[in-house]
């Protein structure tokens, strides 16, 4: 089991910046790979990027240049420093790790999720 809680959201203006954590517990080891979502109002959640267990990153075109994805002492903290923020991105951000069980299948957990709100 992996138990994820998000936290650093808040109300911010239009090119500010802003730093999300992502606080793993349980079983961490197992995380193999950890991803930033976003979602608004009525639609599904959407990526922002990934990282996975060794250090490569991948992020969605749309804010590619603008985020990094980083973790602090393997697993245990990951953060989604997002940069430049517009208006566009106020959402809930969530983190989900994909992690392997113990028989060695595919396990999904996701956070409670922060709201980030970016005033124009």
């Known amino acids: 089991q992996v138990h994820l809680v998000e936290s650093g959201g808040g109300l911010v203006q239009a090119g500010e910046s802003l730093r999300l954590s992502c606080a793993a517990s349980?079983?961490?080891?197992?995380?193999?790979?950890v991803g930033w979502y976003y979602q608004t109002p009525g639609r599904q959640r959407e990526l922002v990027g990934v990282i996975s267990d060794d250090g490569t990153t991948n992020y969605a075109d749309s804010v590619k240049g603008r985020v990094t994805i980083s973790t602090d002492n393997g697993f245990n903290t990951i953060f989604l420093q997002m940069n430049s923020l517009k208006p566009e991105d106020t959402a809930v951000y969530y983190c989900?790790?994909?992690?392997?069980?113990?028989?060695?299948?595919?396990?999904?957990?996701w956070g409670q999720g922060t709201q980030v709100t970016v005033s124009s």
């Open positions: 349980g079983n961490v080891a197992s995380i193999k790979v």
């Open positions: 989900n790790a994909y992690a392997l069980g113990p028989r060695g299948h595919g396990e999904s957990y």
